[in-house]
């Protein structure tokens, strides 16, 4: 795709960036060429700019390894080893990597991110398909998602965690704000966030859920340790835990939200070490056995 000044025009650039389009590209200029020579030139943002008005396209770049200030590539991007760059990876379309990938800004994809090691980014993550993590993630601001996120060890997010499809972490999930799941949300480990939790699905942890504000799940709720929320807590099905189970002061304890009154014995059953204070809804069952 070649792009001309008056092309570029009809987008309405910021001053400052057309002028030195102008001065750098007179004679119009390559699309992926002119993304390079803007980054080239440390003018990163005003490649993401171009890239989100111009779009993805189907081109893939290959390569060993790639370091530097940044990378913003149309297509999709696939490197063998490591990326480590100081400010922002993004591409159009996938991003693939087969060791690990550290950014000092922001990790952006119009498609799937995939990382065979270690992702961290010093600022966020957005994802425009899956996110997957062969070892683990940490990112100090937000992780966006628009379908599944699939990590093998543990998760932690300084910020938001927004996800459209379901959650697998294979260790501990901590967030320090809130987390909202379009599916369900599975972790091996505990599950910590500084804000509210919600599931469309269910939530499943290995260890103990701790929840800054409410708690709440389409279906069941289940952990392997307490689940503890400073607001209320909310499953559409069954409610359970090896420990205790309690909600903030003054907030209730909700099961069965999604199951007829009839049915909550065998689909809303609440199972804890003790019972809950303020449980309001489903059915006591004792503590769990398996």
Not at 176 to 198: F, K, M, N, P, Y
Request: aromatic share 6%; hydrophobic share 40%; with cysteine.
């Amino acid at each position: 795709m070649d792009l001309t000044r008056h092309f570029i025009k009809t987008k309405q650039p910021c001053a400052d960036g057309f002028r030195w389009f102008l001065r750098h590209c007179h004679g119009g200029s390559n699309y992926q060429d002119l993304l390079d020579a803007l980054v080239e030139a440390d003018r990163v943002n005003d490649a993401c700019w171009l890239l989100t008005q111009f779009g993805p396209t189907s081109e893939t770049l290959t390569l060993d390894h790639v370091s530097g200030n940044a990378i913003v590539f149309a297509g999709s991007l696939r490197v063998r080893g490591n990326i480590d760059v100081d400010s922002i990876v993004r591409a159009g379309q996938r991003i693939h990597a087969g060791g690990s990938i550290q950014a000092g800004e922001a990790v952006v994809s119009g498609d799937d991110i995939c990382c065979e090691g270690h992702l961290r980014s010093n600022g966020t993550v957005t994802s425009g398909g899956r996110l997957k993590a062969g070892w683990g993630i940490e990112v100090d601001g937000n992780i966006t998602v628009q379908a599944d996120l699939q990590v093998a060890r543990d998760v932690h997010c300084s910020g938001d965690l927004n996800l459209k499809g379901q959650a697998w972490v294979g260790g501990d999930l901590v967030v320090g704000g809130a987390i909202e799941c379009g599916r369900s949300l599975v972790t091996g480990g505990s599950l910590v966030a500084g804000q509210s939790v919600h599931a469309s699905a269910g939530i499943s942890a290995g260890g103990e859920i701790e929840c800054g504000m409410h708690l709440d799940a389409g279906w069941g709720i289940k952990a392997g340790g307490a689940i503890q929320a400073r607001g209320s807590i909310r499953s559409g099905e069954s409610l359970s835990s090896f420990d205790t189970i309690r909600a903030g002061d003054g907030y209730g304890i909700f099961a069965g939200l999604h199951v007829q009154t009839q049915s909550w014995e065998s689909s809303a059953q609440v199972c804890a070490s003790e019972k809950p204070e303020g449980l309001m809804s489903g059915w006591w069952a004792g503590a769990r056995d398996v």
